[in-house]
């Protein structure tokens, strides 16, 4: 005869039980660990959100070139990846420091999303994050709006506009929020302003380090806001202008009219505040 062993019962359940949390642990893992840097190809935003084959390409051009690193890609749901073994060839390391660190990030998302023809966001633009207490991640809101870049073509120089770039814009969004730099941490405020102030390095000191790593023209330090065009062009009047200078001192501008200005409509705007 056989009898029951109520001990032998509850020592199978309790394995069974720790078998179950532990695969429930490790679910929950693998969600805390999904997307770094993610591009919004297709998603349950509306279309118009959504970026387009061309762009998305685009940016991953960018930021091979700027990287050094041909392998980075995305997968079908728009997260950005590289291989781990490739070797750089050129780029900036300043810009691997960053871009590769928010690829591997576990604690926050970068959501790249499209803001077409917006009258708040003026080439690029991220939200203040939002927290996920359930997967322990900060999700970041990176808004572009591409009809700035296309309108700045019309009048703004080469170099300006190369030194522009989607990924460099990235890199500028990013480094607002969360460093990867152990020797140069965002501040206590959690936010790294535009301006170096004293012993915290700004946004823009930084992104002409990329900039001058990759030799590109850089961005004048004074110039966090973009100003009116004053001049006495008329091709140029209505545009914003943003100051950069070559390696041999010469001015070189980056300029866009506004989306009002575009549609003809009258603005008492002489200056405003470039990005976030």
Known sequence: MRYFSITAFIAGFENILFVFILLLLL??????????IQITTSSDLLSENQISYSRTQAII?????????????IDESGILGYDISEAPIGGSEKMR????GAIDDNNNTFQISNSPKSKTVHFS?????????????????IRFDFSDFENAKKYSSKESLESFSLGIMIFHEIDHK??????DPIPEKGFRPDKSKKNVRGVIENTNIV?????????????????????????????????????????KFLRWKLEKKRAGKQSMLSKFHFIN
């Open 178 to 183: 969360v460093s990867y730099d152990p020797d």
């Open 125 to 141: 633009k991220t939200d203040q994050g939002t927290l996920d207490l359930e997967m322990g991640m900060v999700f970041y809101d």
């Open 211 to 251: 900039r001058n790593e990759l030799g590109l023209i850089l961005r004048d330090k004074k110039s966090a806001f973009g100003k009116k065009y004053r001049g006495k062009l008329r091709s140029l009047k209505n545009t914003i202008q943003i100051r950069f200078f070559d390696s041999f001192g010469k001015r």
């Open 97 to 100: 420091q960053l871009i590769l």
């Open 27 to 36: 679910i929950l893992s693998a969600q805390t660990v999904s997307a770094k």
């Open 61 to 73: 051009d960018d930021l091979r070139e700027k990287t050094g690193l041909n392998s980075i890609e």
